[in-house]
């Protein structure tokens, strides 16, 4: 009888897997008895998002999980599906900021310390001045960064936090911008922030002058 009941329910875990996925991010932290019903289904659940061309991204160790399209090779004669999860095109200067934080990241796991890196609006407006022509006007500056670091947030990088009364907004870097900026991209990332400073001072700089 007991067999019987897990054999039951199964498919209704399977089913709100594949949903709570096709919805967004999974957190561990955040709904337990899903993840791990993820970690023991999570071969099913690769064997079902792979009809539907998707290809689940489970990261134990971070303690996330999503969903994301397939790589199609361009010599297969197979009919390409339409895309369930949409690619989403970002600003130059949404871009910019997630390379810095990218790179933040990486330091502050160099650094061996606390496994969640917090920074406060003022830090994050730091790490993007330095791209910037000293005549910024800094009120705008800070209206702009504080429209993409929101942008950053309904994207899933960053969450923010509840601040003590009297500070800037605070927020913690979630982990999964690892795996949309890798480490071979990281790599390259000295010469990728030379190139937005090149063009940073044409596009974000000049709309913050007086």
Do not use: C
């Amino acid at each position: 009888m007991e067999q019987e009941l897990e054999n039951v329910a199964a498919p209704n875990d399977l089913s709100a897997l594949v949903i709570v996925l096709l919805k967004g991010v999974l957190y561990q932290e955040t709904d337990a008895g899903l993840w791990n019903a993820l970690l023991n289904l999570q071969a099913r659940v690769r064997d079902y998002v792979a009809v539907l061309g998707l290809e689940l991204v489970l990261d134990e160790a971070e303690g996330y999980a999503f969903l994301r399209s397939r790589t199609v090779d361009e010599d297969d004669a197979a009919p390409k599906l339409p895309r369930l999860v949409a690619r989403r095109p970002l600003s130059f200067p949404v871009s910019l900021l997630l390379a810095l934080l990218r790179k933040k990241l990486a330091e502050f796991d160099a650094s061996g310390g606390d496994t969640r890196l917090v920074l406060g609006r003022n830090e994050i407006v730091e790490l993007v001045r330095v791209f910037l022509p000293e005549s910024s006007n800094e009120a705008k500056l800070i209206d702009q960064i504080e429209t993409h670091l929101n942008k950053i947030v309904e994207l899933g990088f960053l969450r923010k936090l509840k601040s003590s009364t009297g500070q800037t907004a605070v927020f913690e870097v979630r982990r999964i911008l690892k795996s949309f900026v890798d480490a071979q991209w990281l790599n390259e990332l000295d010469n990728r922030l030379a190139a937005y400073q090149a063009q940073l001072g044409v596009t974000l700089g000049n709309n913050t002058n007086d």
